[in-house]
């Protein structure tokens, strides 16, 4: 029977950056159900990272992270892992007077923000219907990740320090022996100090499995299509298009354009497939926004973002154990929390403080404690 110290279950972003981190201070196993590591939510994800716009813990994350992603350490990508899209925030008439209330606060903290007369943003976007936009204003501060040098590169690096990945495999019947939990696999069974519960849409079932109560992730539908952009429209510089308050999104993805309707539907934790209204809502937006008509949809998928009940990640020792700790809850920013959130869940399991970058940015060692939902 193989032993590690800590075995993790999940190999989407949160279980490999964690490992990253982890493997050159403690034995690890990755365990991932799936036949691909990154099956669902990782893959799956529009791969953008900003630095604003969201909840203030997880802008300080990203700020964190960017470090990471503009100077990754050696051996980790021989790519740059953000390049610069930008972004065009609009609205239409209705919302016109919200996009300037948004741009007066958002650029007094940043001088790069510019405001756009509606014949800038054709210009700088020429897809953009010149009816729908009412307002818009340029944000260059928004990047595409490479997420696939991403995860080989997290992959890599844990493999290089001994850890090991066991795909294929559900655990079933996990027990206790000693101060072990003994976990069987599709390779057998492996033994583990700590059980750490990456597991994504499902971490709450995987709580449960281990005796341990949920503290409250739901998983959420969000649905994306790609079309077909016009033969004149270059992808490779078209800006990312954000509706203020994100009724929908668009980027260029693969020589097409990315739309998605910006869904949230609760749904089980599954291989969860896009409905046909949530479709339907991405082409409309499409139509409604730009002047790109959809003749086909090249391509449909639904992916899952699971959040906690404040919305926050939900990393730590489970209240009262040694022996099963939580990385979940990251919600749709996983991919660009992944640096900040896998060395912070490392830190903990090694006993370290966390690190300075967490401090300077006011972010309490206990912020994300799975504690604060379990009285």
Known sequence: M??????????GVAGLSLAY????????AIIEREDGLGYHSTGRSAAEFVLRYNAPEVCKLAAISKTFFDQPPEGLSDVQLLKQRGGVMIANAEKAARLEAVFAEESAANPDLKRLTVDEAIALVPVLRREYVAGAFYDPNFWDIEVENLM?????????????????????APRREGDRWVLSTSAGDIRAQVVVNAA???ADPVATLFG????GIVP????????????EIDALTLPEINEIDEDFYMKPEGGRLLASPADATPCEPSDVQPEEIDVAWAAHYVEEATTVPVRRIFKSWAGLRSFSPDKLPVIGYAKGRTDFFWLAGQGGYGILTSPALGAFAANLLIGAPAPESFAANGL??????????QQ
Do not use: K, M, N
């Not at 193989?2 to 190999?11: H, K, L, Y």
């Not at 690096?157 to 066991?166: D, N």
């Not at 341990?212 to 503290?215: C, R």
């Open 21 to 28: 981190f982890l493997a050159p201070h403690r034995s690890v």
């Open 364 to 373: 309490g060692a206990t912020i994300f404690s799975p504690e604060r939902f």
């Open 2 to 11: 193989r032993e590690f110290d800590v075995a993790i279950i999940g190999g």
């Open 200 to 202: 994504g849409g499902w």
């Open 152 to 172: 080989q590169g997290y992959l890599r690096g844990a493999r290089r320090h001994g850890a090991e990945v066991i795909e294929r495999s559900d655990v079933i």
């Open 212 to 215: 341990v109560e949920p503290v």
């Open 220 to 231: 959420h539908r969000r649905t994306a299509i790609t079309v077909d952009l016009p033969a």
